[in-house]
């Protein structure tokens, strides 16, 4: 792989296929909505009431894994994207405002099922963390990979202290992935696991 020159370029290096499979999986086991998956499901296990706990899970997974993933996938073909990305920075704005209006739906589910605060806190943030990214991106391709692991790596710290800090290691893979996949820039992926940290951080203080 060549050395990096400029953090503002897309990797101009070739892949073996093994970098290439292992890339590709890399990208699918880390795509947002499957972490928020694992991530809701592991922290709802804390909450004291088994049927908050269910109902928290449930809608959860609806709105915060199901619905995401069937509108960027809808849109990532309708873009003619064949392997389930948004390529192209202008193509985002439908699905991200298809994943707030889910992600909505979630917080107002939770707030009526009366969630524990970890899992309401880490709604809302994804709502609106959803939300300044869309703005972000039409100006800039902000990686939302980079960013939707931060925010399960903070909540399960906080959750399973210290082992949840494991999470940590994704970050470099998840960076080298989507660089050798010319997804994004250093750069891109830099901003978004500091943004994910930052807006992450703000939303467990205030509410968790």
């Keep these: 792989m060549r050395m990096l020159h400029d953090p503002t370029h897309l990797y101009e290096g070739a892949l073996t296929p093994r970098a290439d499979k292992a890339s590709r999986i890399i990208s699918s086991l880390t795509y947002a909505p499957v972490l928020t998956a694992f991530m809701f499901i592991l922290i709802d296990l804390k909450a004291a009431d088994t049927a908050v706990m269910l109902l928290t899970t449930a809608s959860a997974l609806v709105f915060a894994t199901i619905l995401p993933i069937v509108i960027v996938r809808y849109h990532s073909i309708k873009a003619g994207n064949t392997d389930g990305d948004v390529v192209r920075k202008e193509d985002r704005m439908k699905p991200l405002l298809g994943g707030i209006l889910s992600y909505l739906l979630g917080v107002a589910s939770m707030w009526l099922i009366g969630s524990p605060p970890l899992s309401f806190a880490m709604m809302v943030s994804y709502t609106v963390s959803t939300v300044i990214v869309l703005l972000i991106s039409t100006k800039w391709k902000i990686s939302i990979h980079a960013t939707g692991v931060t925010g399960p790596t ?47 951080g703000f939303f467990l203080w205030l509410l968790a």
């Design 154 to 200: 903070m909540a399960l710290s906080i959750a399973y202290w210290p082992w949840g800090l494991l999470m940590l290691l994704l970050i470099p893979l998840v960076a080298w992935a989507r660089y050798v996949r010319r997804k994004h820039t250093p750069a891109q992926l830099i901003g978004g696991f500091v943004y994910g940290f930052l807006i992450t």
